[in-house]
């Protein structure tokens, strides 16, 4: 504790050499007159912009039933009268006849069977390029739902639930 003691009194006897002048204290400001009036002024506005929306808001105006546009016309007025419509009866129609069902399409041709591309196979979630479509498990190509991808290859259900086997090409 002595040497800091002492340090405070050396410091007190000898200041620093780059110390700056005090600086003279502040003399208080005057009021301004101008400012007495700034909130009544302030006041008196508002008052006047609410009185004044207030009087055009509940204002009666009159309705546009009320009021009169005259009409100029330099023609005389003629009396139109309404077209005579015929009415006609239709009469039912008969139901359309029933359309064809389509036959099941014949086995794909090897000509129609899409082309297996990559696989990139992962236990949970395996991919293929099939015909240059990215496909997953249950998705379709063409007329062709895959039914399951593997390393080696992709099973295709076709039309009439004929399964096709792609596998990769060496």
């Known amino acids: 504790?002595?040497?800091?003691?002492?340090?405070?009194?050396?410091?007190?006897?000898?200041?620093?050499?780059?110390?700056s002048p005090p600086l003279a204290p502040l003399q208080p400001v005057a009021d301004e007159p101008a400012a007495a009036w700034r909130f009544p002024?302030?006041?008196?506005?508002?008052?006047?912009?609410?009185?004044g929306f207030g009087a055009w808001f509940w204002w009666p105006r009159p309705s546009l039933g009320t009021m009169v546009h005259p009409i100029v016309t330099t023609?005389?007025?003629?009396?139109?009268?309404p077209?005579?419509?015929?009415?006609?009866?239709?009469?039912p129609k008969a139901p359309?006849?029933?359309?064809?069902?389509?036959a099941d399409p014949p086995p794909a041709s090897p000509a129609d069977r899409p082309v297996l591309q990559a696989i990139f196979y992962s236990p949970?979630?395996?991919?293929?390029i099939v015909g240059g479509k990215?496909?997953?498990?249950?998705?379709?190509?063409?007329?062709f739902k895959v039914k399951a991808i593997?390393?080696?290859?992709?099973?295709?259900r076709g039309p009439g639930n004929q399964e096709i086997k792609l596998g990769m090409e060496r």
């Open 150 to 156: 593997s390393q080696t290859g992709v099973t295709l």
């Open 96 to 102: 359309a006849p029933p359309l064809p069902t389509p």
């Open 75 to 81: 023609q005389p007025v003629v009396p139109v009268t």
């Open 83 to 91: 077209p005579v419509v015929a009415r006609t009866v239709e009469r």
């Open 124 to 128: 949970t979630k395996p991919i293929a």
């Open 134 to 143: 990215t496909v997953r498990p249950g998705e379709a190509v063409g007329q």
């Open 1 to 19: 504790m002595s040497l800091i003691n002492d340090a405070l009194k050396q410091a007190r006897q000898n200041p620093p050499p780059h110390s």
């Open 41 to 51: 002024g302030i006041i008196l506005l508002t008052l006047t912009a609410v009185i």
